[in-house]
């Protein structure tokens, strides 16, 4: 399987990327310049993490204009599959290419830690190595990660299973207590309608080894991987 | 002009040394550099004869002080690069842009050697927590380091926080970094290669942060020009981001010869201490200097500290790809200097000659031997009858107090804002002993941790700068690291005190003897004087930066309870010492000494016993005792691992 | 040369995190009188054209493309000569 | 009711990286026209009381204390009935 990652000026996790899925995962991956146009050869598209523009204006407000963005959404159209890490999301998102928008987090701070997020739906391409309501050890590290989304897309969004991960407690109960961001009913990644698009704001990548704390981001990974009939290392 | 010199800084035989030096009268432009270049931030006049005495070399060392950070081989083809330095007074201004801009500086010193850098910590002392000046500049310094580390990719892995009434009107903010690299892609900060061409690069020069200096620049000083010199710069990350990947992309490439930040004395600095050091001369076009401002004059371009801006010297061969690679970056780039033949720093505007000086002589500044006296306070604080303390009757309470007291409590209010993840590299996360780091490609780790106990150098600068080291050589043993190499920070008052130069004499002195001893050279460092205000200095606080290295990092241990049954051993001799205790502090509202002692052989005996031990993983964890003593060592234990402990102290 | 300035506001009802936290410091420093506190942008652009309503315009396109974001937020245009 | 409007810009002379990479992201859209841009704060308080000069000082005072940081920035207040 062949993976891309995106390198928009300012961003700072698309190394952490490149080296889950070459070295833990044995995968083919790519780095793509922010300026490319064609996306032709590549199965699986990552926008990473990191301060796109330095997160000025908005998170990912700049980057979304980006020449490789047009080229993102044409290989979404023709089922290509992409996810967007923490700002990969808000960039996805400022793209219209997700539906809602980030806020900053209600506690005004940058927050880094681990969390539990609870699958919601193992029916999509990133989720079905998963069980139901599994949770899953991940960490979080933004400072705009609050989502917010009109009550009506929501409800659309419920019905069609477009909400992939919530933030919960260990035991995985979903609870406000355990949303650290304030986003809309603790919600942490979303698909599209289609299911090819993924937005999520914990990182996966830093939870794919056991040496870092935690390998449940590899469940994201082998789903993808299986969803494309690829060979899973591990 | 014979009086301007003294409103620059510069004394009466520093001035006529400068007049030997060139045979005639500086002009202004030259004046400026000169007052700027010999200041003690960047001439060190005052330290230089005191720092000689710090051993320098070692098996391991491929670079030591004098360039901008310290080199270290730890094997498998691999150097280490760490510095720390110090931005206490713009961050006592503005905190947050004070304490960014200071986390920016420091790593630009790490990748202007070539290095990726990896990790940053962050050394923080600040006044009584009572105060609302205090938590409104805590707030913002933490603040300020999140937003710039975490935007720039480089974790905040560790450091160390107080709070002491010593610090209230002078807060120290440092900042440690690391970086790694292939050994052979070391470059120099040298131009050493006569018409090679120095490009710089970055953000566009203003009038920030050339202070003093000011009053050189012809314009009349109305209320309306203070307003463009901001005493204040805005940190921007986004262009540091830019300039660690481009220049690592340059160099991957071969294409420099030479690589320096700028910094303090900005452009001035950066031609100078290149020329020097590369045994060339320079010229300077500052007419091609990219301004952010109009009408600057040359004295204000050639000593803007402007932020965010690198010097880079190539062969006239490579310089289009060398602007090409910064253009791809978003990042401007000029051609402004030439190398030259000789020893002569050349500043034009325009081909019009508007400075000349020898650039070793602005690179390397006076030079004293400050005089020093042993402090009086120093009888009365080192005999006070600790029999007279009265015992609390509730040692449960105490432990309680102890356990919340700023000094002691949990520091996760502070890391949680610190992307201390990114690289994914983190394999022991702050909270820990040493934050510890894994080296892709490697078997190896690194053990990172900053110390000093200010108190404890207040009572005793001799014993309290060896206890500091003592403490980040146990930090590291404790995750099974080998303790290899000290960066440091020296944080005192005025050196033209004699009391003051005293301490920080006897801080040096005892950081010598300390690493001659434990076998950790200094490889670089920062000293920061002048940390005092209305005639009160802060504590002396020099604080130690320890690099460790594992040779195998599954061989690295926790320092909290892992196992139930474990059995729990104390290592080590308690004695009776309570000087310069938190306890004393905290219960008694006494800060008496003297200090506990140090014994180097059991302390020696202690650091090879936790690398044998987490070597051949006969224990499961291991914790240093530091403030609080045992009681604390055994809570923190507890509540980081989750799991309880019965403890019988009658053994 | 012209002045355009534009102001970016969050919608009604989205949640404001930072108008509250600065209502609520406000009010400790004993300011009781002020009542709702909301937080937005303020750009101040200098755009070369003198006439106004094409600038106007122009700087609405801007706002609605890349200065705002129509999902949160409100904007504002002014254009001054 | 009142409601006063305050203006809170980086004093002349401070670089605002902000407002220079949204400059460069507006030209590279093609909005040539636009010569600079600078970033600020813009916040709307509603004041309980009816005289606009009492609240136009208050507004001041709580701008010098709270809403500005004088050392790096600048402010502005405006009050409507």
């Known amino acids: 399987m062949n993976f891309g990652v995106i390198v928009f000026p300012g961003s700072n996790c698309e190394q952490d990327c490149y080296y889950v899925l070459e070295s833990v995962l044995k995968q083919r991956i790519e780095y793509v310049w922010h300026e490319e146009t064609s996306l032709k050869g590549y199965d699986c598209i990552i926008l990473p993490g990191g301060f796109s523009y330095g997160d000025y204006l908005r998170s990912g407000a700049i980057a979304r204009f980006s020449p490789v963005m047009r080229a993102v959404a044409d290989f979404a159209e023709k089922g290509g599959y992409v996810i967007g890490i923490c700002n990969g999301f808000q960039i996805l998102l400022e793209a219209g290419l997700l539906p809602g928008a980030m806020l900053r987090n209600t506690g005004l701070k940058f927050i880094c830690r681990f969390v539990h997020i609870r699958v919601e739906t193992t029916s999509t391409p990133w989720s079905n190595a998963a069980y139901h309501h599994q949770v899953l050890r991940i960490p979080i590290a933004h400072n705009e990660g609050n989502y917010q989304v009109p009550e009506d897309v929501l409800f659309e969004m419920k019905q069609r299973g477009q909400i992939v991960f919530r933030y919960c407690s260990p035991e995985g109960s979903v609870l406000p207590e355990y949303n650290p961001n304030g986003s809309v009913e603790n919600i942490a990644g979303i698909c599209n309608r289609e299911g090819n698009i993924l937005g999520m704001m914990p990182h996966p990548e830093r939870a794919s080894e056991g040496i870092l704390g935690s390998s449940d981001g590899l469940y994201i990974w082998k789903s993808i991987l299986s969803h494309c009939g690829a060979d899973v290392a591990i | 002009m014979p009086e301007l010199y003294k409103e620059l800084g510069l004394k ?516 920061s004087f002048y940390n005092e205000s209305f005639g009160e200095a802060i504590y002396p606080t020099p604080i130690v930066g320890m690099l460790g290295v594992l040779e195998d990092i599954d061989e690295r241990i926790p320092s909290c309870f892992t196992r139930e049954g474990d059995l729990i051993a104390l290592i080590g001799v308690t004695k009776n010492e309570l000087g310069g205790s938190e306890y004393l502090k905290v219960i008694h509202d006494v800060v008496a000494g003297p200090p506990p002692e140090i014994d180097w052989d059991s302390e020696k005996a202690l650091i090879d016993f936790l690398r044998l031990a987490a070597k051949s993983r006969v224990i499961s964890s291991a914790h240093d005792l530091s403030e609080g003593g045992l009681g604390i060592a055994l809570a923190e234990a507890c509540v980081s691992g989750g799991i309880g402990a019965s403890v019988e102290i009658d053994h | 040369m012209a002045f355009a300035k534009v102001y970016v506001t969050l919608k009604e009802g989205i949640s404001d995190p930072q108008g509250l936290t600065i209502l609520r410091a406000l009010k400790s420093l004993g300011y009781d009188e002020v009542e709702d506190l909301r937080v937005g942008k303020y750009m101040e652009l200098k755009i070369s054209g003198d006439d106004p309503e094409a600038i106007s315009e122009r700087v609405k396109e801007m706002s609605e493309r890349l200065l705002a974001n129509p999902i949160i937020e409100d904007y504002r245009v002014e254009v001054e000569e």
Not at chain 2, 135 to 158: D, H, K, M
Not at chain 2, 294 to 310: A, H
Not at chain 2, 417 to 435: K, L
């Open chain 2, 12 to 527: 009466r035989e520093e001035y006529e040394e400068i007049v030997r030096l060139l045979g005639r009268e500086p002009n202004n432009v030259e004046l400026g550099m000169y007052s700027v270049m010999w200041s003690e931030h960047c001439s060190y006049k005052s330290s230089k004869v005191e720092l000689r005495k710090l051993p320098t070399k070692g098996p391991g060392i491929i670079l030591g002080p004098g360039e901008n950070a310290g080199v270290v081989d730890i094997g498998d083809g691999i150097a280490v690069v760490f510095k720390m330095e110090s931005h206490n007074h713009p961050s006592a201004v503005e905190p947050f842009q004070g304490a960014a801009t200071g986390v920016g500086g420091i790593v630009r010193d790490i990748f202007t050697m070539g290095a990726r850098p990896i990790a940053c910590l962050d050394p923080l002392r600040f006044g009584s927590l009572k105060e609302p000046r205090t938590r409104y500049l805590f707030e913002g310094v933490v603040a300020g380091i999140a937003s710039y580390g975490n935007c720039i990719g480089v974790p905040t892995v560790g450091g160390d926080l107080y709070f002491e009434e010593a610090y209230q009107e002078n807060p120290l903010v440092n900042v440690m970094c690391v970086g790694i690299m292939p050994k052979e892609r070391l470059i120099r900060a040298r131009a050493s290669v006569p018409g090679s061409i120095g490009v710089l690069i970055g953000s566009s020069t203003g009038r920030d942060g050339i202070g003093g200096v000011s009053v050189l620049a012809s314009q009349e000083f109305d209320e309306r020009s203070t307003e463009k010199r901001p005493s204040v710069q805005v940190a921007d990350p986004f262009t540091e981001k830019l300039e660690i990947e481009a220049c690592l992309e340059m160099l991957e490439k071969n294409l420099l010869l030479g690589l320096q930040d700028l910094g303090g004395a900005g452009l001035t600095c950066a031609t100078c201490e290149t020329a020097d050091r590369g045994g060339c001369g320079m010229d300077v076009e500052i007419s091609k200097v990219p301004l952010r401002e109009p009408d600057m004059e040359p004295v204000e371009i050639m000593m803007s500290e402007s932020q965010e801006r690198m010097f880079a010297i190539c062969s006239p061969e490579n310089l289009d790809e060398v602007l090409s690679i910064c253009r791809r970056w978003g990042l401007n780039a000029v051609p402004v200097a030439e190398v030259t033949e000789g020893d002569t720093l050349r500043v034009l505007k325009d081909g019009e000659v508007v400075a000349e000086v020898p650039a070793s002589s602005l690179a390397k500044g006076p030079e004293y031997n400050r005089p020093a006296k042993r402090p009086r306070y120093l009888d009365d604080v080192n005999t006070f009858d600790f029999s007279t303390l009265a015992l609390p009757s509730d040692l449960g309470q105490v432990l309680v107090a102890l356990i919340s007291s700023p000094n002691i409590c949990s520091r996760r209010w502070v890391f949680e804002q610190y992307d201390h993840m990114v690289q994914v590299n983190t394999v022991a996360y702050p909270g820990s002993d040493a934050a510890i780091l894994r080296v892709k490609g490697s078997k190896k780790g690194l053990a990172l941790s900053c110390d000093c106990n200010g108190r404890y150098c207040y009572l005793d600068p001799y014993v309290g700068t060896q206890i500091a080291l003592a403490e980040s050589a146990r930090n590291v043993a404790c995750s099974g690291a080998k303790p290899v190499a000290i960066t440091n920070c020296l944080n005192f008052g005025s050196p033209e005190k004699p009391e003051i130069f005293w301490q920080f004499k006897e801080a040096v002195r005892g950081l010598a003897d300390g690493c001659e001893i434990l076998g950790t050279p200094v490889v670089g460092g920062n000293v």
